[in-house]
């Protein structure tokens, strides 16, 4: 229905038998010939209707739908037209006239669109794909095993009208760019989208990688194209097709063994492996006491406390060595003093600024994610829109040189040259697969503050901004130096029972003055050997060993990162999805694996021994690097999986009726604090509703 202004809403809704009951809101009043052409009374009940194209209504989906609609029903005379699909953010309609062709830039994100429409102005088509375009079908595997692991791929559903218009818009443009995310799924995007864009066009198409998303870093990026990596594209292709081997063909056993919904995945099941077996040490373990002998001293210089070293397992022994001290006085048998420098840690990477976001305020991977990449695809600032870091899915923690002499500038003018690292730092990348273009998360100029611009920023992003901002700065100041104390004393008369003393005290504070975190130094008074030390108060203290700590969202983070499980842009996921399945809740700020998650992984574990080890999965990522180095085929890697995958999976359908059956019938299957999705949160059935993949 064509679009009329205000005044002739207010003129047609009237004839239609709709009486305005305010500036701008009206209610309907069905006339006759409304409901004799089928509109029932239950829908006409508290309908309401703008002006504005808006309906608000329990009973009607759509409110375009019905305006649409209306005339038809009342017998109104109406102009057909053809419907358009839904246009992706930044395309406008052609009106009239071919005019000049202009350049067409392709990204994921409308926020990016929107950041780089303001730099590149009327010279360039800024879309947003919003996402994956083509991908595997969900309701098939969309992988022919038989025909070497050829995928099938099909268009999202939902998204044939954003594909139509990309088609469209590149055949009216001169020159078109792809520059979708830095990374192997960003590079898979761009290649689907150029490859089906490309039968509408003869226009050439580049790839063009924003590292960062500022004036300087897209106009460097524009000035320097390159190809699509076929390399990446692959290794992204091999990843995507072992989960969904794995997900697609384990998953139903699940669902005929335990209940529907629940789901296998090559990663995440080994994730849940890790907190399984940490749930089973912690319960299985069993507490021993012991004590230790602790006496508070008085030197003539100050005051301190020392430590027998040894962990008493009787309590008798304990009290028989207190009762030989008594209240003998302490000799000093040797001082030692030592200056030892702490050097700053290296800047953020993925999986680090997590850890420490999950560390200090609670945030979940996902959420960390979320709020860097707002952070990345730019933020209104009295300047103009622009990004604020670098890309924020890396494994690298290396330095663009531009911005180690920024920063190194920033240092110098803002704490002194004594502040100032001798020497450009330059860290080197530990972990294999390490992406070499990449960077580590860094400021796009350090002179930005968090503390000037946080009247732009939310409390989130500004949390988030400060971590970045604070460790990449830190990450070129010098070195904090302390002075380090270690004393050995006996009773006197006693030198078959030794006490140990340590403290520290901070010479110069170096890269904490920019961190600002809080150094806790406890110095010893100095002493000399020979010293008499005054005994103020022997304490015998009762503890208890302690199981090993369940994991937090950070420290499992850390384990999936040091087995090489996992890579940057994975772990957010893989955390996520173990609460989405009821596999684990939170405890305060710690995983614990429930009863569901213990089952499905003493299911899987047994059953599939090989294709759930730790080792095994963090080669099969080796091999997806060795994929993008072009050093293997990523067909070899899918052979090189699916051989054993295929020999166990055979033996586990065998056992699937016994599994069944000896499955505990008290064991609960859905958990109230399941992950959430939106305001109103998901909405479960009673078999259980979710994807089958990680």
């Known amino acids: 229905m064509p679009r009329r202004p205000e005044r002739a809403w207010s003129t047609f809704l009237r004839n239609m038998g709709v009486n305005i009951i305010g500036p701008g809101i009206i209610r309907l009043r069905f006339c006759r010939a409304l409901l004799n052409r089928g509109l029932s009374p239950a829908k006409r009940a508290d309908t309401w209707v703008c002006p504005y194209n808006c309906l608000l209504t329990r009973n009607l989906r759509s409110a375009r739908t019905f305006l649409y609609h209306l005339p038809l029903m009342a ?19 052609p009106r009239g006239g071919t005019g000049e062709k202009k350049k067409l830039l392709i990204v994921e994100s409308p926020t990016k669109a929107h950041t780089l429409k303001g730099y590149l102005g009327k010279d360039f088509n800024v879309l947003a794909s919003q996402g994956h375009l083509v991908d595997l079908p969900k309701s098939a595997l969309g992988v022919d095993v038989e025909n070497n692991f050829e995928p099938k791929y099909i268009v999202v559903r939902g998204k044939a009208g954003i594909l139509k218009s990309l088609r469209d818009a590149a055949a009216n443009a001169s020159k078109i760019f792809m520059g ?19 039968k509408y066009t003869e226009s050439p198409i580049k790839r063009v990688l924003f590292y960062e998303i500022t004036r300087e870093g897209v106009t460097n990026a524009l000035a320097n194209p390159t190809e699509i990596d076929m390399r990446k594209v692959e290794s992204q292709q091999a990843r995507r097709i072992l989960d969904r081997l794995v997900g697609y063909k384990v998953s139903p056993f699940l669902w005929k063994i335990v209940r529907g919904g629940l789901s296998a995945g090559r990663v995440q099941t080994v994730a849940l492996k890790i907190l399984v077996e940490r749930e089973k040490e912690i319960k299985a373990f069993v507490p021993e006491k012991y004590w230790v002998l602790v006496a508070d001293l008085e030197h003539k210089k100050g005051k301190f406390q020392a430590r027998h070293p040894e962990r008493i397992k009787n309590f008798s022994v304990a009290r028989e060595l207190s009762a030989r001290i008594g209240k003998k006085d302490f000799i000093v048998d040797d001082f030692k003093v030592s200056k030892k420098k702490s050097s700053p840690p290296p800047p953020h990477k993925t999986s680090t600024l997590q850890q420490e976001a999950s560390n200090l305020f609670g945030f979940s991977p996902s959420k960390t994610m979320s709020v860097a990449q707002s952070l990345y695809e730019g933020v209104d600032l009295p300047e103009g829109r622009t990004g604020l870091i670098t890309y924020m899915r890396t494994d690298s923690v290396r330095m663009a040189d531009r911005a180690v002499n920024e920063i190194r500038d920033l240092i110098s003018e803002t704490w002194g040259e004594s502040f100032l690292s001798e020497k450009p730092r330059v860290y080197q990348d530990k972990a294999k697969g390490v992406q070499a273009a990449h960077e580590c998360i860094r400021p796009t100029d350090p002179c930005r503050t968090p503390e000037s611009i946080r009247g732009h920023l939310s409390e989130e992003q500004f949390r988030i901004y400060s971590l970045i901002w604070r460790r990449a700065v830190a990450s070129q100041a010098k070195d904090a130096l302390f002075e380090t104390h270690s004393a050995k004393l006996h009773p006197d008369g006693l030198p078959d029972i030794p006490f140990q003393a340590s403290g520290r005290k901070l010479l110069f504070e170096g890269f904490y003055r920019i961190t600002g975190e ?40 850390k384990t999936l990162e040091e087995k090489g499980i996992g890579r940057p842009s994975t772990y957010a996921t893989i955390v996520s999805t173990l609460f989405l399945r009821g596999y684990a809740q939170r405890d305060k700020r710690s995983l614990v694996a429930t009863p569901l998650g213990i089952l499905v992984s003493d299911i899987l574990i047994p059953n599939f021994p090989e294709i759930f080890r730790e080792d095994f999965t963090a080669r099969m990522e080796d091999e997806l690097d060795r994929v993008e180095e072009g050093e293997i ?22 056992k699937a009726e016994e599994l069944k059956a000896s499955v505990p019938q008290d064991t609960p299957l859905f958990y109230k604090d399941q992950f959430r999705h939106g305001r109103k949160g998901r909405k479960w059935s009673k078999r259980g509703k979710g994807k089958r993949e990680k």
Not at 77 to 83: A, D, L, W
Not at 633 to 654: D, I, K, M, N, T
């Open 180 to 198: 979708t995310d830095p990374d192997r799924e960003g590079e898979a995007i761009a290649f689907h989208i150029a490859g089906d864009i490309s």
């Open 518 to 557: 809080e150094v806790k130094a406890e110095p010893l008074p100095a002493m000399k050997a020979g010293d008499r030390v005054k005994l103020l108060k022997l304490e015998t203290e009762e503890k208890e060993t302690e199981p090993p700590p369940r994991f937090t969202e950070a420290s499992l983070i």
């Open 633 to 654: 085929s990523w067909r070899e890697v899918l052979a090189e999986f699916w051989g054993p995958f295929e020999r166990e999976l055979a033996a586990f359908e065998a």
């Open 75 to 93: 017998g109104a005379p109406t102009r057909k037209r053809k419907s358009s699909p839904r246009l992706p953010t930044g395309i406008k309609k």
